[in-house]
């Protein structure tokens, strides 16, 4: 295997690779984990990549992959303790950040593995559907379907929860949590 090469297609995705798996995973430990991990089965690998120009694609397609094999584990083996301070305005009541970021991370768990990949490659992390096809070696039009399926679940899934989560905690508080849920990226040309 010729590791210089292998470093040096991987230095200029590395970010990109690192926070898809934070993201995946929701939580910065785990994702680094999952990051670690793939890279060395990368390594492994790395001698059955035919096309060195197709790198980031096949890196990928590993972390898809590593990533739904780790969520075939038991439940028990998954489970992490960690704390969620958000960085918020002093001003703003950090309570209905909290519930939106969780009732978000519910409907985005609530997708298939597969599904909450395309979900976070093209709507948070930005990919064109042009490179997600070489990555999940399916058709543009079903990569369009599978990502309009998964909105219209996540969707679902939020209008179902309630109003006002908050509420069940204060009742002076006025803000609503219900309503229209904007899942799909203002710049996307893809479409």
Wanted: glycine share 4%; proline share 6%.
């Amino acid at each position: 295997m010729d590791n210089e090469l292998f470093w040096k297609l991987l230095e200029p995705i590395h970010p990109k690779a690192e926070r898809f798996c934070r993201k995946l995973l929701g939580n910065r430990d785990d994702g680094d984990d999952l990051y670690q991990e793939a890279i060395i089965n990368a390594m492994t690998r790395f001698d059955t990549l035919k096309d060195k120009n197709a790198f980031q694609p096949w890196l990928f397609r590993i972390l898809i992959n590593n990533f739904k094999n780790r969520l075939r584990k038991p439940w028990w083996t998954r489970i992490t303790f960690r704390s969620r301070i958000s960085d918020s305005n002093i001003n703003v009541d950090p309570r209905q950040q909290y519930d939106s970021r969780r009732w978000l991370e519910r409907a985005m768990f609530a997708l298939p593995p597969e599904d909450r990949a395309m979900i976070v490659l093209y709507e948070i992390e930005g990919w064109p559907i042009s490179e997600m096809v070489s990555i999940f070696g399916k058709p543009e039009g079903t990569i369009k379907a599978r990502l309009w399926r998964a909105r219209r679940k996540m969707r679902q899934k939020l209008e179902s929860y309630p109003e006002n989560p908050s509420s069940e905690n204060d009742d002076n508080t006025d803000t609503k949590f219900g309503g229209n849920y904007a899942l799909q990226r203002s710049d996307a040309t893809d479409k």
